[in-house]
């Protein structure tokens, strides 16, 4: 009935992101607004645009005051952009989960600063967690 769950990676490879979405639109003028440079652009062409997003991506060690930091100095600007655009914001955080048991799992936080960031932005917040398996476990559970 239900799927097994499976193991993503054989790494920890934590992170989260800030991004811009809608079906299209012009990522060069979120750039030269926010005077912030994308780790990443993402847009499905295929048949037509589909998604677009930019994306700010940042370690999750370095967390997510870094990303506040960042950000918070330009809620005006991204609130601009978001109305003439048409625009919606995530933060998105992406973390894989280490099943070695002596392993300590991965710590965040949503302080007031970072809820009001959310509430002024009116900014969506989404979790993705995924098992990994960097010490083998489960291939020597599976011998």
Do not use: H
């Not at 920890?12 to 607004?33: G, H, P, Q, R, V």
């Not at 993402?42 to 870094?66: C, N, Q, R």
């Amino acid at each position: 009935m239900y799927k097994k769950l499976i193991y993503s990676v054989t790494e920890c490879n934590n992170y989260l992101y800030f991004s811009f979405d809608a079906e299209y639109f012009d990522t060069i003028e979120i750039t030269e607004k926010l005077n912030i440079e994308p780790t990443s652009v993402m847009i499905k062409k295929e048949p037509v645009p589909k998604s677009t997003a930019w994306i700010y991506k940042i370690d999750l060690e370095t967390f997510l005051k870094k990303l506040i930091d960042i950000f918070e100095p330009k809620i005006e600007i991204i609130k601009n952009l978001k109305d003439k655009l048409n625009l919606s914001t995530t933060i998105q955080f992406v973390i894989d989960i280490d099943i070695n048991p002596d392993s300590s799992t991965p710590y965040f936080g949503l302080n007031k600063r970072t809820i009001d960031f959310l509430a002024k932005t009116e900014t969506t917040v989404d979790f993705d967690l995924y098992k990994a398996d960097p010490i083998g476990i489960l291939e020597k559970q599976n011998e």
